[in-house]
């Protein structure tokens, strides 16, 4: 079949611009991990969609501002994370928990704010939800409840998975010359892992690209009548997350340390959940490390990619638990950068000219948020 | 008559044993491969069938799992009591009052100079330069070519790849890769990892 989407949802800046409106902005956004915001004054910074944005932990409570100071426009956090005051750097102005003014240095000799002024001075404050060990945001002045948007069974299952993630996080970002799309219909492809992935992957995990016929009936229906209303389109969005076992895999091969961990479950299987639209958790070691993709589009044709690698909760410290990471992180990276490679090459060759992709009938996953997207993109479903 | 097992794996392994026999040719040396991360159970396994009632070691493991690897095997032999004298190529220029740690290993036409410190378990590559006063850390790997700055301080458990330059009185804290060739100006802190084939770092945070 062929795919609903123009080559124009890949590469042009207005339709990216849209996007980002229509769909980004309402939709609940993954900004970190709560074990990174486990002390006062802790923080994370990121810029989501345009928007610097920065959470921090203000005495136990956790909150979302845009990271910048309502003076002078400076941010207030400038490292992407750490333990600092929320104090901006350029005038000294500190801000409480509520995003006000709780101490302008020189004050009254030098700012001279009527009350009416100085009550307009604070940050502007995101919604902020955490499911188990994971922090949302939402960028919109109304957002939707969060589960509306997972549904209870998924957020249950991300609380679950997610309790068990270690506090000790590596991190890095790829700055990926790909449109985000790329990427999330790449991880719903079951069938690309033996090709891509034929050396790496494959050697020790079968991913079975299957056709479901009910899916398919399903789709097509989908495909001819159309989405009927709000109540519909947004039962389809918490259909588009989902996970948690995958595939079975083959022989872990032990590693020493594995004993130091709290295994997430026993079984030996690749874990994947998919949280729509651009989140990816994974655990290919059967629960003993994870691997999270956060994939944050930047441009139509660059999405940042920032990678969070760890392991089951420790049991306790170990002297060797960094150099644990460092080998999962060079690990993921041979994988990762075969993904990378092959959506660099795909989005190279697009153009406006560009003929859509022609589906498979095992894409009706991929196939399945086209319509719901392309309505979202059309103002006929407003999020 | 003394012998001395040299205990490792891989190319690293087959470089050690060829440098023991150039630095002491009349050394009986036996070599003993054994698989790197091995647990602590394997590696006795290997041990125990080793006399050492009248012998040495030094162990011979590259840089992976920062260093960690051949750690676990120095530590094993530590547990039985074998010496590891530190292996100094003739042709390193070494200041005498330096005293390299037990199973290190400094390469041929290396230069560390007065008021240094090298701890245990290092090894320097041929043709690296640790200016005056730089402190290596234990368990660390400096390669071939490195240059250290003058009192420049480099953890334990840091790797320092082909290319790297460290200049004067910088730290590189504890559990660094830095393996992307160019100059590093500012210190770096603990836990950070610079690859070439990663435009950033990777960090690790939390614990």
């Known amino acids: ?383 | 008559m003394s012998c001395k097992y040299v205990i490792g794996s891989g190319p690293t392994l087959a470089h050690a044993v060829a440098a023991w026999r150039e630095h002491d040719p009349g050394q009986r040396l036996h070599e003993v491969a054994v698989e790197p991360g091995a647990g602590r159970a394997a590696l006795a396994a290997v041990l125990d069938a080793l006399d050492f009632a009248d012998a040495d070691a030094f162990v011979a493991i590259d840089a992976q799992h920062l260093n960690f690897h051949r750690l676990a095997l120095v530590d094993a032999l530590h547990e039985r009591g074998v010496a590891m004298p530190p292996l100094v190529a003739a042709s390193a220029l070494v200041n005498v009052a330096v005293t390299p740690g037990e199973n290190s290993w400094i390469g041929p036409g290396a230069i560390v100079q007065h008021g240094c410190s090298i701890a245990g378990n290092v090894v320097i590559g041929a043709g690296a330069i640790v200016g005056a006063g730089a402190a290596i850390g234990a368990s660390s790997w400096i390669d071939d070519g490195v240059v250290i700055g003058r009192a420049a301080t480099i953890g334990a458990h840091v790797s320092l790849g082909l290319g790297v330059l460290v200049g004067h009185g910088v730290r590189i804290a504890e559990y660094c890769v830095i393996d992307r060739a160019g100059r590093i100006d500012k210190d770096v802190p603990a836990r950070t990892f610079l690859h070439a084939s990663h435009a950033g770092p990777i960090v690790i945070v939390g614990h």
């Open chain 1, 1 to 383: 079949m062929q795919s609903r989407l123009p080559p124009q949802a890949y590469i042009d800046q207005a339709w990216f611009e849209r996007e980002r409106e229509l769909l980004f902005k309402p939709l609940w956004q993954f900004i970190g991990l709560k074990g990174m915001l486990d002390k006062h004054n802790a923080f994370i910074t990121r810029t989501l969609f345009g928007i610097p944005v920065v959470v921090q932990n203000l005495r136990g409570e956790l909150r979302a501002f845009e990271n910048v100071c309502p003076h002078r426009q400076n941010p207030i956090q400038t490292a992407p994370h750490g333990v600092r005051a929320l104090t901006c750097g350029y005038h000294g102005w500190n801000f409480d928990s509520e995003g006000a003014p709780a101490h302008i240095p020189f004050e009254a000799e030098l700012y001279r704010y009527s009350p009416e002024e100085r009550a307009c001075l604070h940050l502007r404050r995101f919604a902020l939800e955490c499911i188990g060990n994971l922090v949302f945001i939402n960028l919109s002045a109304e957002p939707m409840p969060i589960k509306q948007q997972f549904g209870s069974a998924m957020t249950a299952a991300l609380a679950h998975c997610s309790l068990a993630f270690d506090n000790e996080v590596a991190m890095t970002t790829y700055d990926a010359r790909f449109n985000w799309k790329l990427v999330y219909e790449n991880l719903r492809d079951a069938n690309h892992p033996s090709f891509v992935h034929a050396q790496t992957l494959s050697k020790y995990a079968t991913f079975n690209a299957k056709v479901d016929d009910a899916a398919l009936e399903s789709l097509h229906r989908m495909r001819a009548d159309g989405i009927p209303d709000k109540a519909r389109a947004l039962a389809l969005l918490r259909s588009f997350s989902g996970g948690g076992r995958d595939e079975p895999i083959g022989h872990i091969p032990h590693q020493s340390w594995f004993d130091e961990v709290e295994r997430y479950r026993d079984h030996d299987w690749y874990y994947n959940w998919l949280v729509f639209p651009n989140l990816h958790i994974a655990s290919p070691t059967g629960g003993y490390t994870f691997t999270i993709e956060h994939h944050i589009p930047v441009g139509p044709d660059r999405t940042e990619m920032v990678v969070y690698y760890f392991t089951a909760k420790k049991k306790q410290p170990y002297p060797a638990s960094p150099a644990v990471l460092h080998d999962l992180m060079l690990s993921t990276d041979v994988i990762l950068s075969e993904d990378i490679g092959v959506l660099e090459q795909v989005q190279r060759t697009l153009h406006a000219n560009a003929r859509p992709a022609r589906l498979g009938d095992y894409e009706y996953i991929n196939a399945g948020i086209e319509p719901w997207y392309m309505d979202v993109m059309e103002g006929k479903i407003v999020l």
